[in-house]
């Protein structure tokens, strides 16, 4: 057979989508397995959004739209920059993509040559290096620990910036940790990167509504408004708009930034779905109370969920003031042995012996680039997520 080409061999499927098809392999199986691996909202998409959408396809609004997207939908994100995070962009400053995944990548592709770095503070949303990968940079990963909230520090990006970084990965409320940066910390951060003219900051504002304990979200773009010229906004209508399965998206940055991406969009996706940018009109227009609606019911699982893994023997985690994932620290468990008499060497061991011996799918911070922790999503309902809990809780109590 044919030799594949090396880059196909380099970049992993994602590990988060590998542990849920598990999961569901194991439930399908007869195993009754609870899912606290799962990366998207379990609400379903708003009915207005939803009745946007289906009203497009009756009006026949079902052929290809401009490769940077839809006109009025451009407008409308334009609309909510402004009007949400105090953004001022013009419709050719923004291009949608079909989910943040291709738009990611065709941002580093945009300002990342072969073999410059790309900072990732960690831990990081699984996707960044291996979209940093196929885009022919070299990911450079920050360890920022429970310490700082899972924060980068000014000093720690300092330290990673060389003459070879060509961008910066900034997302917040940031996946697995939920950790927000404030306006102080992003400031801060955009003080080092004056020094450094050369280096991009690519943003993932992606849970920006999925925010408790009246947390405010900034955008980098807006409290680093001293290098806006040099932040390329990303964000996406799956998580905050519960709109996963639409796959849809868009950056805002300087016109020849969002020339470039777009270009190389047309490339990539052709167009984003037209059905899916008429519903997301209706998503940034329409009636928003659905966004704090869903953050009372998942406020109150987050609670239970911190609540609980400090009570397991063990375990320790901070109270994370977005997103829908608790980031747990399982230092006091690795060189340990299970009930079952599994050696926990490192948190895939303690992930493993949890899905096998206490039928429950969590996902190891060894893919989010921070050891030893595994997060907890509690994207499911109060009852199981209850009964995960006491399964993570009885499973500690059988650790020798
Ligand atoms: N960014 C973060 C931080 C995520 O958690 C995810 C999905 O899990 C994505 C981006 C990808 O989202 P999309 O559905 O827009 O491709």
Same mark, same amino acid.
């Given at each position: 057979m044919s030799e594949l080409a090396q880059r196909a061999s380099k970049i992993k499927p994602s590990p988060t989508i590998a542990m849920n098809k598990r999961a569901a392999d194991m439930a399908r199986a007869g195993r009754d397995v609870i899912a606290?691996?799962?990366?998207?909202?379990d609400f379903h998409t708003p009915e207005n959004v939803k009745a946007a959408g289906i009203a497009a396809i009756q009006r026949n609004f079902t052929k290809y739209t401009n490769s940077e997207g839809f006109g009025p939908l451009k407008k409308a994100v334009a609309g909510k920059l402004q009007r949400q995070n105090g953004l001022n962009f013009t419709e050719d400053q923004i291009v949608i993509g079909s989910g943040s995944k291709t738009v990611f990548l065709a941002a580093f592709w945009t300002v990342v040559d072969p073999g410059r770095e790309v900072v990732i503070p960690a831990p990081?949303?699984?996707?960044y290096p291996d979209l940093v990968e196929l885009a022919g940079g070299t990911p450079v990963i920050v360890p920022c620990g429970q310490s700082t909230g899972f924060k980068l520090t000014p000093n720690d990006l300092e330290r990673a910036t060389t003459p070879k970084t060509r961008a910066v990965v900034f997302n917040s409320p940031n996946n697995p940790s939920g950790a927000v940066y404030s306006e102080k910390e992003i400031r801060d951060l955009a003080a080092v990167l004056e020094k450094h003219p050369q280096v991009w900051v690519i943003t993932d504002e992606l849970y920006e509504h999925i925010v408790y304990d009246n947390t405010r979200v900034v955008y980098f773009a807006k409290a680093a408004s001293g290098i806006a010229d040099r932040v390329i906004t990303v964000c996406g209508f799956s998580k905050s708009y519960v709109m996963? $399965?639409? *796959?849809l998206s868009f950056a805002a940055a300087s016109r020849p930034a969002i020339k470039a991406i777009g270009d190389i969009l047309s490339q990539i996706?052709?167009?984003?779905s037209s059905i899916a940018q008429a519903a997301a009109i209706e998503a940034l227009?329409?009636?928003?109370s659905f966004i704090e609606k869903n953050q009372i019911v998942f406020k109150e699982r987050r609670d239970l969920v911190v609540e609980r893994a400090n009570r397991t023997p063990g375990l320790h985690a901070l109270k994370p003031p977005g997103a829908f994932y608790v980031y747990v620290n399982c230092a006091k468990w690795i060189g340990r042995v299970s009930?079952? $008499?599994? *050696?926990?060497?490192n948190d895939v061991d303690v992930v493993e012996a949890l899905l096998e011996e206490a039928e429950i799918a969590t996902v190891p911070g060894e893919v989010f680039g921070l050891s030893p922790f595994f997060r907890i999503s509690y994207a499911l309902e109060m009852d199981r997520l209850r009964q995960g809990m006491d399964r993570l809780e009885k499973f500690a109590r059988g650790i020798q």
């Open positions: 606290l691996s799962l990366g998207e909202p990081y949303w699984v996707s996963t $399965g639409w *796959r996706h052709g167009a984003p227009e329409g009636d928003q009930a079952s $008499g599994r *050696r926990l060497a």
